[in-house]
């Protein structure tokens, strides 16, 4: 072998290792990036999670300042309303809190709490001025889950005194009232 075809042979070599060292060094930054990505999307959902916690804190300092009390359930659900069985609901209702029935139009057909506001759960972030800030709200649906979801949302928009009636319209101790507006 001649000494060009020497250095030509090497100088191939170089040239393959050092394209080797570079689809490496560019796999490894392949990798490092969806690294890096992920440890974003972590950071940014961790300081969600951290917001969240401290809006819960100030509403519960708020909530326990205005002298309402927070159970241990409370805290440790992040909740900052009441769940109510139907005579606890009842007498709140006769003391001037106002009822918001959050079920669905057919379903209201078989009967309201006297004087309640209709707004189906779907519709409630779009109607929500129609709801008095300055009242206590007790929330119901026809089992407790969509009301809980409610009295969730109402929260976040800063209203203060939120009931859920747990159990549902079912619990209310006159289920047979008619309806007092569809």
Not at 121 to 142: G, W
Not at 162 to 182: I, K, M, R
Request: charge should be negative; include cysteine.
């Amino acid at each position: 072998m001649t000494t060009p075809t020497i250095a030509l042979l090497l100088a191939g070599i170089a040239l393959a290792l050092a394209l080797l060292a570079f689809l490496r060094a560019s796999g490894a930054r392949q990798e490092v990036q969806a690294e890096a990505n992920d440890l974003r999307r972590r950071l940014a959902n961790q300081d969600q999670k951290w917001q969240q916690d401290r809006e819960f804190q100030a509403r519960s300092l708020t909530r326990l300042a205005s002298g309402k009390p927070m159970t241990p359930e409370m805290i440790l659900e992040q909740r900052l309303w009441d769940d109510l069985e139907g005579d606890d609901a009842a007498l709140r209702v006769a003391s001037g809190t106002i009822p918001l029935d959050v079920r669905g139009q057919s379903e209201v057909r078989s009967g309201m709490i006297p004087g309640a506001l209709h707004i189906p759960l779907d519709a409630l972030e779009s109607r929500i001025s129609e709801l008095p800030r300055n009242q206590p709200i007790l929330v119901y649906c026809a089992a407790g889950v969509r009301s809980a979801e409610a009295c969730e949302f109402l929260c976040q928009e800063g209203f203060q005194e939120v009931s859920n009636l747990a159990a549902g319209f079912p619990s209310w101790p006159q289920t047979s009232q008619t309806p007092s507006a569809p």
